[in-house]
C-alpha cells in the first residue's frame, strides 16, 4: 500500500505562505485521488481539499478556496498544497491522505484511506 510523508510546514506569519508536499511510495500514486485534511487544537478533523488521480480536477473546502491551492506530480509521486494569505484559524497539524474510492465523494474526513503522520503549521505574529 501507498506510504505517505509529509513535509514543510513551520511558523509563519499572519498574511504569509507555505509549501506542504507529501511524498508517496509506490506505483499506484498516479491512480489515487489524494486529499489534504487537518485538525487544529481541540478540534476534529478538518477536509482542505482534493484532487484527482490525473491532477485536472481539485475541490476545496470555502474556508481555503482562493487562499489555497492543491496539485500533483505524478511523475515524482508528490502531492502539494499552496497556502497564502495564512491565518491563525489555518493553524493545524496537516495531512495527506487517500481518498476511499476514486471519486470527490467523502462521507466525513475521517473516511480517509490512507494518512501521512502529519506537518505542523502555526500561523502567529
Known amino acids: 500500500e501507498v506510504q505517505l510523508v509529509e513535509s514543510g510546514g513551520g511558523l509563519v506569519q499572519p498574511g504569509g505562505s507555505l509549501r506542504l508536499s507529501c511524498a508517496a511510495s509506490?506505483?499506484?500514486?498516479?491512480?489515487?485521488?489524494m486529499m489534504w485534511v487537518r485538525q487544529a487544537p481541540g478540534k476534529g478533523l478538518e477536509w482542505v481539499a482534493g484532487i484527482a488521480s490525473g491532477g485536472g480536477a481539485a475541490r476545496y473546502a470555502g474556508s481555503v478556496e482562493g487562499r489555497f491551492t492543491i496539485s500533483k506530480d505524478n511523475a515524482k509521486n508528490i502531492l502539494y498544497l499552496e497556502m497564502n494569505s495564512l491565518q491563525p484559524e489555518d493553524t493545524a497539524v496537516y495531512y495527506c491522505a487517500t481518498y476511499p474510492q476514486p471519486t470527490f465523494y467523502l462521507g466525513s474526513a475521517y473516511d480517509y484511506g490512507r494518512r501521512g503522520q502529519g506537518t505542523q503549521v502555526t500561523v502567529s505574529s
Open positions: 509506490g506505483s499506484t500514486f498516479r491512480n489515487l485521488f
